[in-house]
């Protein structure tokens, strides 16, 4: 079969020929129609990503939407290795596998499972959002931020503050239900001092997808916030401006806020799954958009160096 395969690590995958894979007892063969490309995908065909199976020659793609043998439409995630998601056939266990909403066609579905899924489980899993209660973005003008904005308004947030390094694109995200936008382009000074005002007035969930030194400015800022500042559920999701802070013991003793991650291994890949399940029947219902071109298989190795924050790069496929 055809397929994006990567031969070593830190190589950038070929367009080629693979063995086909067999399906096991509590496996589900499919038919891949398309499959997106991300960070995580990339990471992990580098061999550089926690989750990366380590094992070479390999297919890439962690994730997809396809057709079973029976001519049922589903969304999979974690394909068996080294079987990935970019082919035209792969095995994948059974509880990976999610049943597809009609009106969800399968380049929007591919695209929006798992930058959706990242705030959706951050907000059902780990932060436990309660309607009412007011949400931060940090990071909110790539593609997993915007729809964070997005869901947290789905699922009942009263007031979503966003983030982001371009101003220009700040007011995208507004017109997809920020009610507050903050740029990142003041000095530390200024922006902790802007932080504190919306701490102060009250930020229940911090879902953070940059890390480095703006997640350390928010961190200082929300414990400065005062006594009667709420406590902050401050959930840690992507690392864009760094993989590393610096960080005052002082802040998390002088302030009421729980620092937790969400990602593979820190929520139960079972719930990640329902969550995924969760997010794609409410992408229509929720009006939720996001922006994808569909590429085929065929031109991966053109398309691979390509990487556009704010747009999905889906390849699509034929069994």
Known sequence: MKAAIVREAGQPPVYGD????????GEN????????????????????????????????????????DDGRRVYFVLPKAPYGSMAQRTVVPLARCVALPDELDDVTAAAI????????????????????ETVLVNGATGTAGRLA????????????IATGRNAGALDSVAALGADVTIPLIEGDAALESRFKEQFAEGVDVVIDYLWGETAACLLAAGAKAGPDAKPIRFVQIGS??????????AVLRSSAIALMGCGIGSVPLDRLV??????????????????????????????????????????????
Not at 149 to 160: N, S, T
Request: a positive charge.
């Open 18 to 25: 693979f063995a086909e894979p067999v399906r096991s007892d």
């Open 240 to 249: 864009v401006s760094g993989p590393d802070i610096t960080l005052p013991s």
């Open 274 to 319: 329902r969550c995924i399940g969760e997010l794609l029947h409410a992408a229509v219902p929720g009006g939720f958009k996001i922006a994808a071109k569909a590429v085929p298989l065929a031109q991966v190795e053109q398309a691979w160096p390509e990487d556009n924050s704010t747009r999905r790069t889906v390849f699509t496929t034929q069994a």
């Open 149 to 160: 904005v997005q869901i947290a308004k789905h699922l009942g947030a009263k007031k979503v």
């Open 113 to 132: 499972a798992n930058p959706g899924m990242s705030s959706w489980a951050a907000y059902a899993e780990r932060a436990r959002l309660r309607p009412g």
């Open 29 to 68: 063969r499919i038919a891949v129609t398309a499959a997106a490309m991300s960070h995580v995908v990339k990471s992990r065909a580098l061999g550089s990503h926690y989750s990366s199976p380590g094992q070479f020659p390999l297919v890439v793609g962690v994730d997809g939407v396809g057709r079973l």
